[in-house]
């Protein structure tokens, strides 16, 4: 009966051993997937302020060209503008020319 308690004894130390085995390489396991979650928690914070920095950027740009837009608009309508007071101008010219020539003939 002796021998019977060594076996089991010696069977149950061995499986005390595997277990703790085990047990070690699932720790070592979960460990990584930890660690892997970690990272991938930092990478997805990264990608968000990313993601916000890219968003302002974008505003700004928006707003940048909104604005070259508008002076762009200004500068475009600066000839036409132009050629209206001369176009008005000339007209004026004309009109008072010919007002000037109808009040000659009705003086003479």
């Not at 070592?28 to 660690?35: G, N, P, Q, S, Y």
């Not at 302002?56 to 600066?78: A, F, G, M, P």
């Amino acid at each position: 009966m002796d021998e019977k308690e060594n076996v089991t004894e010696e069977v149950c130390t061995e499986r005390q051993k595997n277990a703790a085995e085990r047990f070690s390489r699932d720790k070592e396991r979960l460990d990584k997937v930890e660690d892997r979650q970690g990272k991938q928690e930092e990478r997805t914070q990264k990608i968000e302020t990313l993601t916000v920095q890219t968003a302002e950027i974008l505003k700004n740009q928006t707003d940048t060209l909104k604005n070259h837009d508008q002076r762009l608009d200004v500068l475009e309508s600066k000839p036409g503008k132009l050629w209206d007071r001369l176009v008005f101008a000339l007209i004026g010219a004309l009109a008072t020319g010919i007002a000037g020539a109808i009040i000659a003939l009705i003086i003479k």
